[in-house]
């Protein structure tokens, strides 16, 4: 007798012609409850991508932000303290999730800065300086030593934005582009009284991190020196953090515990990493909870079908056949219902990231088109596990006839 004559009658004899609608609601569910798994993991690793892969232009977890003391009813007569010590910077340079701490200068000198023409005006102005490695664009002409008149300033865009959309038309005044503000000089008249320096100011760039006019270090360490009052230290009351995940639960605490303050949509993430959390987790456990209703479903069907066949088993290992082989040939005619079941998971999970990728990419933001390897990992896992099982059980309900 030929081995698929063989296969032909082992089908006939143990599992009949028909089929059972629990069997399809058990694939079903087997179904459904692997897609959710593999797409609860896949919310999560999206949103890991999202923070710290290395495709983002501006990595979403690599977040600069500006921290200060928070000023109170009881404080804010004495700026004093709102003022950073060294033993605080570095607290702070230790704090969950910071990787670089940057202190923002501040002049402590007047300036008095003019402009001619159509845009006249004149006012005091201040200044800031952060560390170069703490800007988001570094101009090529970022650079002034002493004895040099002209002095390049960097802009927040916010400024410019309030000038174009809230100022000028107010004014009825012309919307300026950068490049046109690049062109525009500024007259920087530095002391006062009978000690000042003129200086040409000159935009080089604008700033999407830093909300305020910086210049170079070296002009406003020269300028305190300088222009700054005899024996003042250096203090500051405002500095930026580099935080490596700003989402993280201990970096809000640290913030909270110490009364720090910084811009509630800089912790937006936090906020964000929560639901994730919520959704994901939720979703793992239904998910569990689907695929664990439907493996049983699916095993009970099985142990079903061989009671059923069991006069015909009976009589198979009565004439030679051995539990191993017919329990091969059982796993033969399951095990695909299972794995067809987890490749329309993976399929499905596999189309749902093609368009969150493609959703993201609205928004300036880069996703794998594929599921990453934690997708796949948990797609290796469950599909073992689900072997397994009905290998096992397969192999129990022969071995009990």
């Known amino acids: 007798m030929s081995d698929q004559t063989q296969k032909s009658m082992l089908k006939k004899l143990l599992l009949g012609t028909q089929h059972s609608s629990r069997l399809w609601a058990a694939l079903a569910a087997l179904c459904i409850g692997t897609t959710l798994l593999l797409l609860s993991v896949m919310i999560w690793w999206n949103f890991s991508e ?8 501006d990595s979403l977890g690599s977040t600069y932000m500006i921290v200060g003391k928070r000023v109170t009813e009881q404080n804010m007569g004495t700026p004093s303290a ?10 702070l340079k230790t704090a ?3 990787m670089d701490v940057g202190l923002i200068t501040s002049n402590r000198f007047p300036i008095y800065a003019t402009l001619g023409g ?7 102005m201040v200044l800031e300086s952060v560390p170069d490695n703490f800007l988001d664009k570094m101009p090529p002409e970022w650079k002034w030593t002493p004895g040099t008149r002209d002095l390049p300033i960097i802009v927040s865009s916010q400024f410019l934005d309030i000038y174009n959309y809230v100022f000028a038309p107010s004014q009825n005044l012309p919307q300026l582009s950068e490049t046109s503000v690049k062109n525009i000089a500024l007259t920087f008249k530095v002391g006062k009284d009978d000690k000042t320096e003129i200086f040409i100011a000159h935009v080089v760039g604008f700033s999407d991190r830093i909300g305020s006019v910086l210049a170079p270090q070296s002009f406003i360490d020269y300028g ?10 250096t203090t500051t ?3 930026l953090l580099k935080t490596k995940d700003p989402s993280d639960t201990r970096f809000g605490k640290y913030l909270k515990s110490h009364d720090y303050t910084t811009n509630s949509q800089n912790l937006r993430w936090s906020k964000i990493r929560a639901i994730v959390e919520v959704v994901t987790s939720a979703t793992g456990i239904l998910a569990l909870l689907l695929m664990g209703i439907g493996t049983l479903v699916f095993i009970l069907f099985i142990e079903l079908t061989i009671a059923r066949a069991q006069h015909a088993l009976t009589l198979l290992l009565q004439i030679g056949y051995s539990p191993r082989y017919i329990s091969k040939f059982m796993a033969g005619k399951f ?3 299972v794995l067809g079941t987890v490749v329309a998971s993976m399929i499905l999970t596999i189309i749902a990231q093609v368009v969150t990728s493609s959703l993201v990419q609205s928004q300036g933001l880069v996703l794998p088109a594929i599921p990453g390897w934690p997708v796949w990992a948990a797609l290796v896992v469950s599909s073992s596990i689900l072997v397994v099982l009905v290998s096992k059980s397969i192999s129990g309900a022969i071995s009990k006839r």
């Not at 999202?50 to 232009?57: A, E, F, I, P, T």
């Open 224 to 233: 305190n020196q300088k222009f700054g009052k005899p024996g003042e230290t």
């Open 96 to 98: 969950p999730e910071v």
């Open 50 to 57: 999202l923070l710290y892969g290395s495709n983002q232009k």
């Open 118 to 124: 159509r845009l006249a005006f004149a006012t005091d």
């Open 82 to 91: 709102t003022l950073f010590s060294q033993k605080e910077i570095d607290s």
């Open 237 to 239: 009351s405002q500095v």
């Open 335 to 337: 095990l695909p219902m």
